[in-house]
């Protein structure tokens, strides 16, 4: 107890720049025995030329991977989703990309784009084959979660490219890149990809939206896995430069390209986030007015709400179904007028709404069965 009154004494008599530095070392003692070495450079570069080789391995886990993916898509099942996510080798070439970029090594850089064209490739021919087979036209929710890409995704992989980047400098977290697999998708947008061009014409969708094309569903999927991939790629030569791997001025071209695609990415990503909120605020309008007329709504359920914004005008389309005669056109122009107040502060200045009832006989049954 007196040693640490004296401490604090010597420290008043000292600047108080001082102080504060003083009390600092005080506080974390001897931390950086703790800090690890970062792995050195020659032992990563290694590393990323195996990564790179588009061998027997990679193409096996890949087309397991696939198959998964393709089949839990098809089956709305997301454990299995996750199992594809896993295993799926994706990630390896696009890290030795963008280590090859920071590092000026070009042939490892050619090598890696073309392990990735091939990986792709192999997954959406995969997955267009089995959705070709399978006698199947209707998707799930998991299918339409990859087909409206927005910022939101691009910030995810921003955080995985970062997160997987940095784990490959750090020996005693190399393991944690199976878990920024499974933030990131990279296999199942591909195979949303396949299943779109595998299905063709129109999907039915099992949420409610009567049909979506499948150049929507292809292009929006593959929109999706490109602003995965630049974002992992770019932030991960930052994550590799800021460790002392390679040199900025050697790689400062390759950053600005892949910095231009994703500002170039950023522009239908930013509407289809727009989109997101959008349709947020009108689902939560929808659920208030259910709230506050429970004659009308009680009985009816809202199977799907779908915003599409051009300029500033959104095209609303929502599917409901309730029993014959409940909802009024008097009903329809009230929702309308309440719908439109919702959103036009969210930079909209005219809305196309699109409701469509689904009739319905509701039947109740109730019974009593004792043992006598």
Request: glycine share 8%; net charge positive; proline share 4%.
């Amino acid at each position: 107890m007196k040693k640490r009154s004296q401490f604090f004494q010597s420290l008043l008599q000292i600047p108080l720049f001082r102080q504060f530095w003083v009390f600092w070392k005080a506080l974390t003692a001897s931390w950086r025995v703790y800090l690890e070495i970062p792995v050195p450079e020659a032992e990563i570069a290694h590393a990323r030329e195996a990564a790179s080789i588009p061998s027997f391995g990679f193409f096996l886990l890949l087309i397991c991977a696939s198959i998964l993916a393709t089949l839990g898509l098809l089956a709305n099942s997301i454990p299995v989703i996750i199992g594809a996510m896993i295993i799926a080798p994706l990630m390896n070439p696009i890290l030795s990309m963008a280590f090859a970029i920071v590092t000026a090594n070009w042939k490892l850089y050619k090598r890696s784009i073309i392990t990735i064209f091939l990986g792709v490739l192999s997954v959406i021919l995969i997955s267009y084959g089995i959705s070709f087979l399978l006698p199947i036209n209707v998707v799930g929710s998991e299918v339409v979660a990859r087909i409206s890409p927005n910022l939101i995704d691009l910030g995810i992989a921003i955080a995985a490219g970062a997160a997987g980047s940095f784990s490959l400098t750090r020996q005693s977290i190399a393991s944690s890149i199976a878990g920024v697999a499974i933030a990131v998708a990279l296999v199942p947008p591909l195979c949303v990809v396949g299943i779109g061009l595998g299905i063709g014409g129109e999907l039915a969708v099992t949420i409610g939206r009567l049909s979506i094309t499948n150049f929507n569903v292809s292009t929006g999927a593959f929109l999706l896995f490109l602003a995965n991939l630049a974002g992992i790629t770019f932030t991960a030569c930052l994550v590799f430069l800021s460790q002392s791997y390679g040199s900025f001025k050697k790689s400062f071209q390759a950053v600005i390209i892949w910095l231009l695609i994703m500002g170039i990415l950023c522009g239908p990503l930013t509407n289809s986030l727009q989109e997101f909120f959008v349709s947020n605020r009108l689902g939560f309008e929808m659920n208030r007015m259910r709230l506050d007329h429970p004659q009308i709504w009680k009985n009816t359920q809202i199977h799907h709400l779908n915003v599409e914004l051009k300029g500033s005008t959104a095209y609303v389309n929502i599917l409901v179904s309730a029993p014959q005669g409940v909802i009024t056109d008097e009903d329809l122009e009230v929702t309308q007028k309440r719908l439109f107040r919702t959103i036009s502060g969210a930079g909209v200045n005219a809305m196309d709404l699109n409701i469509r009832i689904v009739p319905v006989k509701l039947r109740e049954y109730q019974g009593i069965v004792e043992n006598n």
